[in-house]
């Protein structure tokens, strides 16, 4: 079938990768239209809007997405960088893949965190008999996308409403001794609908691969409401799903544990920050950002992307250094989304037998300090490890 594929590189080190990822899809054989779309740093400077129109447009009707990396800084280093004719105009900076995920509802949010083998930057922990182990890592965190703390529901000095709202909660007293005008506020608002949804997907995915257990992981024993309705709707959802296991764990600890015993946790389902904390976490333990991919689905738009930032600092370095592993992940994960299983599992072999001969590999994977002096002590480049990955398709 024939199919058009929205790029947006983003910034910094984000157009890098995506071409990458772009030959290794096209080495696979997978050969659709790709259309450009403008998204980032770059276009909130010069417009004052970071996501522009004419690309929500395309997502709206092509409905696939792979997009690279941005720049996403402070409110007064944004608005400080703004072009001098757009300043006190009332231009606000978003996030603008934050953006894409509220406009399209790009809820479900999936994660995989997957060890490869030979690895070097892979979990090892220390055994009894003062030898080490290496337990494989197999999680898939499930992050709720588009509610909680990343919704943008925020103010500095509060409006008069807002405030006299918050005033009615009795835990408000102890701040009712300051003027308004001191105080910041971000709201963590959860609705039933979309809990359902991504514990719904969380459940369906842990049976569909051969996961025994769903973590929700929150922190329900203080955030009673948000954190309690997650661990309401996973019991519900639980009795739809008996094969599968409803495991808790507050995030705190889950910080603690997945460093002990990775191996114990199959699907793990969360909030939008707490999602954000825990993949990241789980990430760590397969070798970093540079492995990290991830997928944002909505009912009609599905966007993918690696979870690491721009590093801008790295973007001009000719020729590049850095991973293009989770971006050509994301891609894999994109042929999965549309049915493409067998692209999209030779590409997963071709990846982790480049990672298993050792041969090539890139500097975060060697241990060693980014920067431009990392090729000549040894260092890969990326267009070689996309070689390496073509070669062996």
Same mark, same amino acid.
């Given at each position: 079938?024939?199919?058009?594929?929205?790029?947006?590189?983003?910034?910094?080190?984000?157009?890098?990768?995506?071409?990458?990822?772009?030959? #290794?899809?096209?080495?696979?054989?997978?050969?659709?239209?790709? *259309?450009?779309?403008?998204?980032?740093?770059?276009?909130?400077?010069?417009?004052?809007?970071? %996501?522009?129109?004419?690309? !929500? @447009?395309?997502?709206?009707?092509?409905?696939?997405?792979?997009?690279?990396?941005?720049?996403? +800084?402070?409110?007064?280093?944004?608005?400080?960088? %703004?072009?001098?004719?757009? +300043?006190?105009? &009332?231009?606000?900076?978003?996030?603008?893949?934050?953006?894409?995920?509220?406009?399209?509802?790009?809820? #479900?949010?999936?994660?995989?965190?997957? =060890?490869?083998?030979?690895?070097?930057?892979?979990?090892?922990?220390?055994?009894?008999? $003062?030898?080490? /182990?290496?337990?494989?890592?197999?999680?898939?965190?499930?992050?709720?996308?588009?509610?909680?703390?990343?919704?943008?529901?925020?103010?500095?000095?509060?409006?008069?409403?807002?405030?006299?709202?918050?005033?009615?909660?009795?835990?408000?007293?102890?701040? =009712?001794?300051?003027?308004?005008?001191?105080?910041?506020?971000?709201?963590?608002?959860?609705?039933?609908?979309?809990?359902?949804?991504?514990?719904?997907?969380?459940?369906?995915?842990?049976?569909?691969?051969?996961?025994?257990?769903?973590?929700?992981?929150?922190?329900?024993?203080? %955030?009673?409401?948000?954190? &309690?309705?997650?661990?309401?709707?996973?019991?519900?959802?639980? +009795?739809?799903?008996?094969?599968?296991?409803?495991? =808790?764990?507050?995030? @705190?600890?889950?910080?603690?544990?997945?460093?002990?015993?990775?191996?114990?946790?199959?699907? #793990?389902?969360?909030?939008?920050?707490? $999602?954000? !904390?825990?993949?990241?976490?789980?990430? $760590?333990? *397969?070798?970093?950002?540079?492995?990290?991919?991830?997928?944002?689905?909505?009912?009609?738009?599905?966007?993918?992307?690696?979870?690491? &930032? =721009?590093?801008?600092?790295?973007? /001009?370095?000719?020729?590049?250094?850095?991973?293009?592993?989770?971006?050509?992940?994301?891609?894999?994960?994109?042929?999965?989304?549309?049915?493409?299983?067998?692209?999209?599992?030779? !590409?997963?072999?071709?990846?982790?037998?480049?990672?298993?001969?050792?041969?090539?590999?890139?500097?975060?994977?060697?241990?060693?300090? &980014?920067?431009?002096?990392?090729?000549?002590?040894?260092?890969?480049?990326?267009?070689?490890?996309?070689?390496?990955? !073509?070669? +062996? %398709?």
């Amino acid at each position: 079938m024939a199919r058009t594929v929205v790029t947006m590189p983003g910034d910094g080190i984000g157009k890098v990768v995506l071409e990458e990822a772009l030959r #290794v899809l096209e080495a696979v054989g997978f050969d659709p239209d790709y *259309v450009h779309a403008d998204i980032g740093w770059e276009y909130w400077i010069n417009e004052g809007n970071p %996501l522009p129109q004419r690309t !929500i @447009d395309l997502l709206r009707e092509h409905g696939l997405g792979l997009f690279g990396a941005i720049t996403s +800084k402070p409110k007064w280093d944004a608005d400080a960088e %703004l072009s001098p004719e757009l +300043k006190d105009k &009332g231009f606000v900076y978003f996030s603008p893949i934050v953006g894409l995920r509220q406009v399209f509802n790009l809820d #479900v949010c999936i994660r995989p965190c997957i =060890s490869f083998a030979g690895n070097p930057l892979n979990f090892i922990r220390r055994t009894a008999d $003062g030898g080490f /182990e290496e337990p494989p890592v197999n999680v898939a965190v499930f992050r709720q996308n588009t509610e909680g703390l990343y919704a943008g529901l925020e103010w500095t000095d509060p409006p008069q409403n807002v405030y006299d709202a918050l005033a009615t909660h009795p835990k408000f007293k102890n701040w =009712s001794q300051y003027e308004k005008s001191e105080l910041a506020i971000s709201t963590r608002v959860f609705s039933r609908t979309a809990t359902r949804r991504i514990m719904k997907a969380a459940f369906q995915y842990a049976e569909k691969h051969g996961y025994k257990s769903v973590t929700v992981c929150e922190k329900a024993n203080v %955030l009673r409401e948000t954190s &309690g309705m997650m661990e309401m709707v996973a019991q519900e959802v639980q +009795k739809e799903h008996p094969s599968i296991q409803h495991w =808790s764990a507050n995030i @705190d600890a889950m910080m603690m544990w997945l460093t002990k015993n990775p191996e114990d946790y199959g699907v #793990v389902v969360a909030g939008n920050m707490f $999602g954000d !904390i825990v993949s990241d976490a789980f990430a $760590g333990l *397969v070798g970093g950002l540079g492995f990290a991919c991830s997928a944002n689905i909505g009912d009609e738009v599905a966007v993918f992307e690696p979870t690491h &930032g =721009s590093a801008p600092k790295y973007e /001009e370095l000719d020729p590049p250094i850095v991973n293009p592993i989770a971006m050509i992940l994301s891609a894999v994960m994109m042929l999965d989304h549309i049915g493409e299983m067998e692209m999209a599992q030779r !590409i997963r072999k071709a990846v982790a037998a480049v990672v298993a001969e050792g041969n090539v590999r890139t500097y975060d994977m060697m241990k060693m300090p &980014g920067g431009p002096n990392a090729i000549e002590q040894g260092a890969a480049t990326t267009f070689q490890v996309t070689d390496a990955i !073509i070669a +062996k %398709l």
